[in-house]
C-alpha cells in the first residue's frame, strides 16, 4: 500500500469525522460560520473518497468529483464560513455565500457535462503523485479550466487565511479571548498548507526537481491542513454564546 494511498484513507476518515462533529454543533447551536465549516469538511471527505477509490482504477465520477471537491470548492467553502464569523453585518456574507452556491452548481454541471481523456489516467502505484502533477492530461483544454480553479482557491484562501490572521491579531491586541488567538492560528496554518503544495507543485512545473517533493506536501500538507483546521474551528467558536439566528455572527 503507497503512502499516497494511507494519507488519502486517513484523510477521508479524518475529515469525515470531523465534518459530523461540525454539522452536529451546527445543528444544535446555529450560525453559518459552522454549516459552512462542516460543508467544507464535507467537500474534504469527498474528495479523500474519490482519491480512494482512484488508486484502485479509473472510475469517472470518482475523478469529476474529486475535481469538483478537492480542486474547486474546499477553499471557498470554509473561507465562506470565516467570512460569516468576522463580518458583523449579514448582508456581505450572505451575498458572497450565494455567488459560491451558484458557482458550485454551476461548476459541479460544467465537470459532468466535459468529456475525459480516461486513456491518460496512468497512476502507476502513486495515485496522490499522479493526480497532483499529471491529472490536466484527462481533462480538456478550456477557459474555464485555466480560469476558475486560481480564482477560487486564491479566494478562500484568503478569506481563511488572512481572516484567522486579522481575528488572531485583533484578540492579541485585545488581550482577551486567547483561544481564539490560538485557534486562529491553527485555521490560518491549516488553509496554507495545502496551498503551499499546491503552490511548490506549479513551481515544479518550471523546476523538475521539485515535482517529488511537491507531490509528498501536498497530499500530506492535506491530511496536516484538516486536523489543523478542526482544531481551530474548535478553539475559535468554544466559549461561544448560541447565535440568535442562522446569520448571528459569534464574537
Known amino acids: 500500500m503507497s503512502l499516497s494511498l494511507v494519507v488519502g484513507l486517513l484523510t477521508t ?9 461540525l454539522l452536529n454543533r451546527y445543528r444544535q447551536r446555529g450560525g453559518m460560520h459552522q454549516l459552512l ?13 474519490s482519491e480512494v477509490l482512484l488508486a484502485f482504477g479509473w472510475n469517472d465520477v470518482a475523478f469529476r468529483m474529486w475535481y469538483w471537491s478537492g480542486a474547486l470548492l474546499v477553499p471557498p467553502v470554509l473561507g465562506q464560513g470565516t467570512l460569516h464569523l468576522l463580518v458583523r453585518r ?11 452556491a ?55 484562501t484568503l478569506l481563511l487565511t488572512g ?13 482577551i479571548l486567547p ?13 496554507l498548507l495545502p496551498a503551499a503544495g499546491g ?11 521539485l515535482s517529488e517533493a511537491g507531490s ?12 489543523l483546521l478542526f482544531i481551530g474551528f474548535q478553539l475559535a467558536v468554544s466559549g461561544a454564546p448560541a447565535p440568535r439566528s442562522s446569520t448571528a455572527v459569534v464574537r
Open 199 to 209: 503552490a511548490l507543485i506549479k513551481l515544479a512545473e518550471t523546476v523538475p526537481a
Open 216 to 227: 509528498v506536501f501536498k497530499y500530506i500538507g492535506i491530511l496536516g491542513g484538516v486536523v
Open 37 to 49: 465549516w462542516g460543508l467544507g469538511l464535507v467537500l474534504y471527505f469527498i474528495s479523500g473518497l
Open 102 to 156: 451558484v458557482v458550485a452548481v454551476a461548476s459541479l454541471v460544467w465537470i459532468f457535462s466535459i468529456p475525459l481523456d480516461a486513456t491518460r489516467f496512468l497512476p502507476g502505484h502513486d495515485i496522490g503523485r499522479f493526480l497532483t502533477e499529471s491529472y490536466r492530461a484527462i481533462l480538456p483544454e478550456s477557459a474555464v479550466r485555466r480560469i476558475l480553479p486560481p480564482i477560487l482557491n486564491g479566494y478562500g
Open 13 to 21: 476518515v479524518v475529515s469525515g469525522t470531523m465534518a459530523v462533529l
Open 179 to 191: 483561544n481564539r488567538v490560538l485557534g486562529n492560528i491553527f485555521i490560518a496554518l491549516g488553509g
Open 90 to 100: 449579514g448582508g456581505i456574507a450572505n451575498i458572497m455565500t450565494a455567488v459560491v
Open 163 to 175: 481572516g484567522a490572521v486579522y481575528s488572531a491579531y485583533l484578540f492579541l491586541r485585545k488581550q
